[in-house]
Every structure is written in C-alpha cells, then in structure tokens.
C-alpha cells in the first residue's frame, strides 16, 4: 500500500495560481503512475494529469492543456501540479492517485491520497 499525503489546497482568486503537493511513501515504485484528479460538487471525480515515475511521461486532461503542469520528483517521492490561470469552475477537491499500471482508466489508481479542497473566487 502506498500513503499519499496532499498540501497546497487553499483559496485563489480567479487568474492566480496554485501548486500542489503529493508526497508518496510506503510501497512505492518505480513503475508506478502518480494521477491527479478533481471532484466538484455534484459532479463526478473526473481525471485531470498523471506522471509516470520512471522517465516522466506525462498525460493531460484536455480541458487543463496548457493551464497545468505535473511534475515529479523521485528524490523526494513528491508529486507536483502546478495550477495556473485558475477559473472558478476549477473549485474542486483534487486527489493524489497511484497505479501500478496505466494512466488510464481511472480503476488502475489502488491508492488515493485524502483530497485537499481547491476554490478559486470569481
């Protein structure tokens, strides 16, 4: 099992920006893909940018492309998604996520982190 522990959540003004923080211990590896996603109220949880540990591939929803950037760094076990030009409709709980597998679909993720709430004010 694999203890994903999030920071960074908070309150932002619509435009401004935010970074997230997912540290991983426990049974980690290399081989694992380490996700982000987000549930709004109402809404369903939904993916938003995953990272693979070895080599850094990274993958995007379509409606964060060119707005957030997920990063890692293996030194640290810490996964990192830099939030920029935040909308109100980006207010969500975001989620930490491993798989020992693909990206995709979202049943790959067998670990999830406790989600820290993101609201961006109009």
């Known amino acids: 099992q694999v203890q994903l522990v999030e920071s960074g959540g908070g309150l932002v003004q619509a435009g401004g920006s935010l970074r997230l923080s997912c540290a991983a211990s426990?049974?980690?590896?290399?081989?694992?893909?380490m996700g982000w996603f987000r549930q709004a109220p109402g809404k369903e949880r939904e993916f938003v940018a995953a990272?693979?540990?070895?080599?850094?591939?990274?993958y995007y929803a379509n409606s964060v492309k060119g707005r957030f950037t997920i990063s890692r760094d293996n030194a640290k076990n810490t996964v990192y998604l830099q939030m920029s030009s935040l909308q109100p409709e980006y207010t969500a709980v975001y989620y930490c996520?491993?798989?020992?597998?693909?990206?995709?679909?979202?049943?790959?993720?067998?670990?999830w982190g406790q989600g820290p709430q993101v609201t961006v004010s109009s």
């Open positions: 996520a491993a798989s020992s597998g693909y990206y995709w679909p979202p049943y790959e993720y067998h670990d």
């Open positions: 426990g049974r980690t590896s290399s081989r694992y893909t």
């Open positions: 990272v693979k540990w070895s080599g850094g591939s990274t």
